[in-house]
C-alpha cells in the first residue's frame, strides 16, 4: 500500500464546522463528536474530522508543527476542580449546560464575568456579537453571587477575576462593583476594555488608580495602522488608545496591550505592538490573538489563517530578534496548544532579555521538574537542599501560570528566588531584595512597570479549529448561568463563544435587566 | 458549489496514486498476486466489445459513444468534475466522446473504414 501524504500528529476527537455552521443553534445533546487527526502535511498542521453528513471535512489548524512541537514539551500536572453539578459525566459540549462536569482536568484560573451585553463599539471581530443595540446589564448582586459560588469551588480563592462584556467601564455600578471584588479573596482583578471611556473620564481613570494594587486593565490594541483598528473595530480609533494608554500608564496602572491579529490585516503589526509595550512603562503584558470566528467574527479563511505558531514565528522577524518563540514557552498549567507565554526583563545596561535565555530552557524544565529524568541524572543538583528547589519550582510554575500578572503580591518574591540564578544586574537585585523593607514598595512597582514585560499568546478556538482535549483542560471559564435550576455555574470560554445554546447562558445575558 | 473543506472522496487516500486508479484497466491485475484467484471478467467484456465493433463497426462506436454522452452528462450533473479517464475534465471526456459518436455517424452516412452500412 502507498504511504500517505501527511503524518498523523495526534488524534483528537472534533467537531464538523459545516454541521455548525448549517444549525449554530442546535441543541447541544445533537453535537456530534467526531474522530479525528492532527495532520501534518506540506509543512502545515491540519485538523481533519469524519462527519457522517461531510465526509472528511479539513482546515487549517496550526503553521507550524515544529513550533507546535516544541510547546507540547512543557507540560505540568493540572489542579483538582470540584465540579458545578457532581457527577455530570455528559459528553462535550453537552455537559457544559450544567457548569463544568465531572471530566475536566483544571480548575479556574481565570473567571470571566461578562457584566453586560451592551457596548459602545460594534466591532466587526466581536466574539460576544455585543452591541450599542443591547442593553441587557447582569444586576450586582447576580454577578457578586457568581463569583461567591466559584470562591466556594476554589477553595475560597480566585487568582484572576476578569470583568468583561460588552464593555465594563460601562457598568452602571461599576465602582460598588470594584469595591466589592476587592474586599473578596481574589488576587487580581482585569477589566477588559477597548479604553474610550478610559481616554476621556477623569473620574473612571481615578476609580482604577485607588485600586491599582489589585486592579489591571486589558486594553485592546490591535497595532499601529489604521487599517487594523478600522477592520477589527469598525472605525479609526487610534487616537483613544493612545490617549488611554498614556493616561493609564501615567496614573501606574498596570496595563496589558490585548491584540487581535488576523491575517493580511496586522500579521506584520505584531514587532510594532510588543515594542510599544517594552517602551510604555507600566504597560506590564503583551496578549496577541489571532481572530477567531465566533460570534462575528465569521471572516476567517479556514484554510489559511494566523495561528498560534504562526504568531510565534513571526516575532524574530518583526522585533528585530529582540524577541523570538524560543523565548516563549506554552503555560505548563493549561493546554500547551492554548497559550505560550515568555517574560522579558531589562537588564542594568538597558537591554531586554528574556527569562528563557537567562535560565536556559533545560534548566527551566529541570526546575519545573519537567524532566525527571534529567534531574534524577544530574548528581551535582544534590547539593541543592530540596526545600530550596520546591521554592523555585513553585515560583516558577505560578509565574508561568495563566493567573499571573506582574503585580501579583508574591512577584517580588518570585523575581527573587528566580534572579538569584539570573545575571540582572545588581541595581536590580538590589532593588528586589530591598522591596520587604518599609516603604520599598512603591520603588518595585516602579521597577516591574518599567523593567518586566510580559508576551503571551492566546490562540482562541472556533469550530474550525476546536479540539475536545482543549477544552476539557481550559481553564478560562465563564460564568453561566443554568438555564434549568438558575444556579451560578461556568464553563470553558471557547464553547461559551462558540455554542449559541451555552452563549445564552452567560450571566449577562442569562440575567440581564433592561437598563 | 462545493465547500473547500471537504476533501473529496476520491481524493481520500490522501497519497496521490490512488489505488483504484492503479487498478482501473491495468491487464496485470488479471496476473493476480492476491490470495483470491481473481476474476479477469475485463478481459472477457474488452473482447466482447472487440467482437462487436468487428461485426457492428460504427453503429457499435455510436452506441458506445452514445451510452458513454449520456452516462458521462449525469455524472457532471451529479457533481463529478474530473474523471480517472486519462482527459481529467469530465467535459473533455464529453467532448471526445461527444466526437466519437459524430465519428460513426459519419462512418454510416458517407461510408469509410473497413465497414460500410449499404
Known sequence: ?515 | MTDPRIVPTDSLNLAGTSPSAAGVGAPAAAGGEAAAAPDPLRLCIFATVALLGWLLGPLALAFFAGLGVVGYARARRAGLLRSRCLLGDTRLVLAYLATLVLLAIAALVVGFGPWRLW
Open chain 1, 1 to 515: 500500500m502507498p504511504l500517505r501524504d501527511s503524518r498523523v500528529h495526534r488524534y483528537v476527537n472534533a467537531f464538523c464546522p459545516l454541521c455548525h455552521e448549517e444549525r449554530p443553534d442546535r441543541p447541544l445533546a445533537e453535537v456530534r463528536r467526531l474522530s479525528g487527526w492532527l495532520a501534518v502535511r506540506d509543512g502545515r498542521v491540519w485538523l481533519e474530522r469524519g462527519c457522517p453528513d461531510h465526509g472528511l471535512v479539513r482546515t487549517l489548524y496550526d503553521e507550524s508543527p515544529e513550533i507546535l512541537a516544541y510547546l507540547e514539551q512543557w507540560t505540568a500536572p493540572t489542579k483538582v476542580h470540584e465540579p458545578d453539578t457532581l457527577g455530570n459525566f455528559k459528553p462535550v459540549p453537552s455537559a457544559y449546560e450544567d457548569g463544568l462536569p465531572q471530566m475536566q482536568t483544571q480548575h479556574t484560573c481565570i473567571l470571566l464575568e461578562d457584566l453586560l451585553d451592551h457596548c459602545n463599539l460594534k466591532c466587526p471581530t466581536c466574539f460576544a456579537e455585543s452591541s450599542p443595540a443591547l442593553a441587557s446589564v447582569a444586576p450586582l448582586e447576580q454577578v457578586l453571587a457568581s463569583i461567591d459560588t466559584r470562591l466556594s469551588r476554589e477553595n475560597g480563592r480566585i487568582d484572576v477575576l476578569m470583568l468583561s462584556g460588552g464593555e465594563p467601564t460601562l457598568y452602571p455600578r461599576l465602582e460598588e462593583l470594584l469595591d466589592a471584588v476587592t474586599a473578596r479573596p481574589i488576587v487580581r482583578v482585569l477589566v477588559n476594555t477597548n479604553g474610550l471611556r478610559i481616554a476621556q473620564d477623569d473620574e473612571l481613570l481615578a476609580l482604577l488608580r485607588r485600586h491599582r494594587e489589585r486592579v489591571e486593565v486589558y486594553l485592546q490594541y490591535d497595532g499601529e495602522s489604521a487599517q487594523a483598528s478600522i477592520t477589527h473595530r469598525g472605525a479609526d480609533i487610534r487616537r483613544f488608545k493612545e490617549r488611554a494608554i498614556e493616561r493609564l500608564s501615567g496614573a501606574g496602572v498596570f496595563t496589558t496591550l490585548t491584540m487581535t491579529a488576523a491575517l493580511g490585516v496586522n500579521d506584520d503589526e505584531i514587532g510594532h505592538v510588543v515594542k510599544r509595550a517594552l517602551d510604555t512603562p507600566y504597560v506590564g503584558g503583551v496578549t496577541i490573538q489571532p481572530v477567531f470566528g465566533s460570534g462575528r467574527g465569521s471572516g476567517v479563511d479556514p484554510l489559511d489563517r494566523l495561528t498560534h505558531t504562526g504568531v510565534l514565528a513571526r516575532l524574530e522577524g518583526q522585533t528585530g530578534g529582540q524577541v523570538t518563540w524560543r523565548d516563549l514557552t506554552a503555560l505548563p498549567c493549561s493546554h500547551p496548544h492554548c497559550c505560550s507565554v515568555g517574560y522579558l526583563l531589562r537588564d542594568d545596561a538597558g537591554e531586554w532579555r528574556s527569562l528563557t535565555s537567562l535560565i536556559g530552557h533545560d534548566r527551566l524544565k529541570e526546575w519545573l521538574d519537567l524532566e525527571p529524568d534529567l534531574l534524577a541524572n544530574r548528581i551535582a543538583d544534590d547539593a541543592i537542599p530540596d526545600a530550596m528547589k520546591a521554592i523555585v519550582r513553585g515560583s516558577l510554575l505560578d509565574l508561568l501560570s495563566e493567573q499571573s500578572s506582574l503585580s501579583h503580591p508574591s512577584m517580588a518574591t518570585i523575581w527573587k528566588d528566580i534572579c538569584t540564578s539570573c545575571d540582572l544586574g545588581i541595581g536590580t537585585l538590589a532593588t528586589l531584595a530591598s522591596s520587604q523593607l518599609p516603604g520599598r514598595h512603591e520603588k518595585l512597582r516602579t521597577l516591574l512597570g518599567e523593567r518586566v514585560l510580559r508576551v503571551t499568546v492566546k490562540p482562541f478556538m472556533d469550530m474550525n479549529t476546536m479540539i475536545e482535549e482543549r477544552l476539557t483542560q481550559c481553564c478560562v471559564h465563564v460564568a453561566t448561568v443554568n438555564a434549568e435550576t438558575d444556579a451560578h455555574q461556568c464553563a470553558p470560554f471557547c464553547a461559551v463563544q462558540a455554542w449559541a445554546p451555552l452563549s445564552r447562558t452567560r450571566i449577562s445575558t442569562a440575567t440581564g435587566v433592561r437598563a
